[in-house]
Every structure is written in structure tokens, then in C-alpha cells.
């Protein structure tokens, strides 16, 4: 299997986060060509941290990538004050 696309999207838009702690995380699509199926993911890529330590990356199904960016959406408004318990945060989660 090669790799067929790598490239960040040219979709004008920036494609990685940079954290306060210094972490790059990138986000890009990665399409994998295979002679009887190609192959989509949506790559996350989590750069090496201030002192050097490795990072680490996962490749997403379309699915997964809505998943996890749901949950993510849900965890910043609980960060940003939202006041829900854990078991209705969990409920929600599992709900969709």
C-alpha cells in the first residue's frame, strides 16, 4: 500500500493547534491507495512535546473523527464553565 496524498488541504484554512504546553497537533486527510481500494483517514498528529518526547498520531475513520470531534466540542464547554455531571456528560456521549 503506498501512500497516494499526504499534503495538508489546501483549503486555506490552518491545519494544526499549537498548545500553551508546546505540542503541535495536526489534522490532515490521508489517503492510502490500494489497487482494488482506496483508503481515507483523517490523520491526528500529536508533535513532540517541549522537552522532545515523542508524540504520537492516529488515522480516523469519517466516523471516528465526528466522534471525537463531538466529544471534543462537548469537554471545551464543559471546560469553559459548564457545570454537568460526569453522568449526564457520559450519557450524552453514548447517546449519539
Same mark, same amino acid.
Given at each position: 500500500?503506498?501512500? *497516494?496524498?499526504?499534503? +495538508?488541504?489546501?483549503?486555506? $484554512? #490552518?491545519?494544526?493547534?499549537?498548545?500553551?504546553?508546546?505540542?503541535?497537533?495536526?489534522?490532515?486527510?490521508?489517503?492510502?491507495?490500494? &489497487?482494488?481500494?482506496?483508503?481515507? %483517514?483523517? *490523520?491526528?498528529?500529536?508533535? %513532540? @512535546?517541549?522537552? !522532545?518526547?515523542?508524540?504520537? +498520531?492516529?488515522?480516523?475513520? &469519517? #466516523?471516528?473523527?465526528? @466522534?471525537?470531534? %463531538?466529544?471534543?466540542?462537548?469537554?471545551? !464547554?464543559?471546560? $469553559?464553565?459548564?457545570?454537568?455531571?460526569?453522568?449526564?456528560?457520559?450519557?450524552?456521549?453514548?447517546?449519539?
Amino acid at each position: 500500500m503506498a501512500t *497516494a496524498d499526504r499534503d +495538508w488541504p489546501a483549503t486555506g $484554512e #490552518d491545519s494544526c493547534v499549537v498548545t500553551t504546553c508546546g505540542r503541535r497537533i495536526g489534522v490532515r486527510r490521508l489517503q492510502l491507495a490500494s &489497487a482494488e481500494r482506496p483508503i481515507s %483517514r483523517v *490523520a491526528l498528529d500529536v508533535g %513532540r @512535546d517541549q522537552g !522532545g518526547e515523542p508524540g504520537v +498520531w492516529a488515522a480516523l475513520t &469519517a #466516523d471516528e473523527a465526528r @466522534d471525537l470531534a %463531538r466529544l471534543l466540542l462537548l469537554h471545551a !464547554g464543559l471546560a $469553559e464553565g459548564g457545570n454537568e455531571p460526569f453522568q449526564a456528560t457520559r450519557e450524552a456521549t453514548s447517546a449519539a
